[in-house]
């Protein structure tokens, strides 16, 4: 199979990034075998973890803000999609 990255699939498609990762998000939600893990800053997990079990997951603004500006939406998106937070 051909494994292309985020950035190629963006470039590929014309997408943004946001885009690409929101939909590579929702294939991982509906079980399709993708490996996204590859493409997470894992080294922030448990501050990610940490933050989303303080603020909840209504909205993702105020986790990213409770976060370090290195951490990314995709990152805390995968993180709530992982641990079905």
Do not use: W
């Not at 690409?20 to 800053?41: F, N, R, S, T």
């Amino acid at each position: 199979p051909l494994i292309k990255t985020i950035d190629e699939i963006v470039e590929i498609r014309g997408f943004t990034r946001q885009t690409v990762e929101k939909h590579l998000i929702k294939c991982a939600e509906l079980g399709l075998d993708i490996d996204l893990e590859k493409d997470i800053q894992t080294e922030y997990e448990n501050i990610i973890i940490d933050a989303i079990d303080k603020i909840g997951t209504e909205k993702l603004k105020p986790i990213k803000e409770a976060l370090p500006e290195e951490v990314r939406y995709f990152d805390i998106q995968y993180y709530i999609m992982k641990n079905k937070l």
